[in-house]
């Protein structure tokens, strides 16, 4: 093989590994809406939590125990499906009747920001069980802890 032509294929090999790189990288990204659900900033979940609105942390138990917002109540999403709206939700575990009875009441659900799918899950399961105000803090905790804003 010529020169030239090795350094072309090595090139075009490594820009087609980059492109594939980069969109597993988005693939494992949250969609930025939810139909049915209310997407919320850091702002935003401070003033429903100021109203009374329970904000659920649907991290793992270690993580909540290491470091949550003020406030919040953990109910761990367990993941076992894949990182996609439309995941098989059998695979997973979350327990449901940890939250409120009323579904009416309103309700935050976070975890660690658009990679972290455990909350876009946790907020669908909930939608779809019929509570009527969901919110999803898609920024998560550490949108929140970049704001400053009250952990415990």
């Given at each position: 093989?010529?020169?030239?032509?090795?350094?072309?294929?090595?090139?075009?090999?490594?820009?087609?590994a980059a492109l594939v790189a980069s969109s597993a990288a988005?693939?494992?990204?949250?969609?930025?809406?939810?139909?049915?659900?209310?997407?919320?900033?850091?702002?935003?979940?401070?003033?429903?939590?100021?109203?009374?609105?329970?904000?659920?942390?649907a991290r793992v138990a270690a993580e909540y125990a290491d470091k949550t917002i003020k406030g919040a109540v953990?109910?761990?999403?367990?993941?076992?499906?894949?990182?996609?709206?439309?995941?098989?939700?059998?695979?997973?575990?979350?327990?449901?009747?940890?939250?409120?009875?009323?579904?009416?009441?309103?309700?935050?659900?976070?975890?660690?920001?658009?990679?972290?799918?455990?909350?876009?899950?946790?907020?669908?399961?909930?939608?779809?069980?019929?509570?009527?105000?969901?919110?999803?803090?898609?920024?998560?905790?550490?949108?929140?802890?970049?704001?400053?804003?009250?952990?415990?």
């Open positions: 093989m010529h020169p030239k032509t090795r350094t072309v294929c090595l090139s075009f090999g490594l820009a087609i988005l693939a494992t990204q949250t969609p930025q809406n939810l139909a049915g659900v209310k997407v919320v900033t850091a702002a935003e979940v401070q003033q429903l939590q100021a109203k009374g609105v329970p904000l659920i942390d953990s109910v761990p999403y367990k993941e076992k499906s894949e990182k996609a709206p439309d995941f098989d939700r059998k695979k997973d575990t979350f327990d449901i009747a940890k939250l409120p009875a009323d579904k009416n009441a309103p309700l935050v659900f976070f975890c660690n920001s658009g990679e972290c799918w455990k909350s876009y899950k946790a907020s669908v399961i909930a939608r779809d069980a019929g509570y009527k105000q969901v919110y999803w803090f898609r920024g998560g905790f550490p949108e929140w802890s970049a704001a400053g804003l009250p952990t415990q």
